[in-house]
């Protein structure tokens, strides 16, 4: 089945990047999210890379993914107190459906 | 455009009681997935619906159901309910092959059994 991780914590000084990694095991995913979610909140959508791609950037947001490793990343540059908040990636396996597997999230908190 | 909207945001039960939730989507979008969160857990798929039909379901028992409405509208209920269905349930709005892989998510209900 699939299976997503994540490391639990990461700080970071303002100003600084961060790097938020995540392994997944379904090598058939077709698409990789990334989602924020700040307390008492629900889930906002960062970004998501199709999985025949190795980098996508949007602003301060890089998605770096080896498909071989099955290993995926977001990098948050000139990183700012408002991103201190809990990172999920997710999976979107091929099955036709929507269903997401998310990984366990990484709590990013940055020290002004 | 108005974002994923749910309802109630907070509820509180008492086990063996029964809880409806509802979601709205997004304008035109034609799927809604539930997700259940919990500190334990993290964050499951119950499931989705797609054109008034479900299309897709997690590993939950029988307690948990749902239904889509013609205009897209969801409800999931929970019927039963026990103490370790206390958790945030959250909605997720998506074109689904009308549009692109974006999965947008609502603010939750938070639902407290005690």
Known sequence: GEDVEQSLFLSVREGDSSVINCTYTDSSSTYLYWYKQEPGAGLQLLTYIFSNMDMKQDQRLTVLLNKKDKHLSLRIA??????????????????????????????????? | KAGVTQTPRYLIKTRGQQVTLSCSPISGHRSVSWYQQTPG??????????????????????????????????????????????????????????????????????????
């Not at chain 1, 099955?95 to 999230?105: M, P």
């Not at chain 2, 798929?45 to 029988?62: C, D, H, I, V």
């Not at chain 2, 889509?68 to 997720?92: H, I, K, P, W």
């Open chain 1, 78 to 112: 000139d990183t700012q107190t408002g991103d201190s908040a809990i990172y999920f990636c997710a999976e979107r396996p091929q099955t036709g459906a929507n269903n997401l597997f998310f990984g366990t999230g990484t709590r990013l908190t940055v020290i002004p």
């Open chain 2, 41 to 114: 857990q993290g964050l499951q798929f119950l499931f989705e619906y797609f054109s008034e039909t479900q299309r897709n379901k997690g590993n939950f028992p029988g307690r948990f159901s749902g239904r889509q409405f013609s205009n897209s509208r969801s409800e999931m209920n929970v019927s039963t309910l026990e103490l370790g269905d206390s958790a945030l349930y959250l909605c997720a709005s998506s074109a689904a092959g009308t549009g692109g892989p974006e999965q947008y998510f609502g603010p939750g209900t938070r639902l407290t059994v005690t």
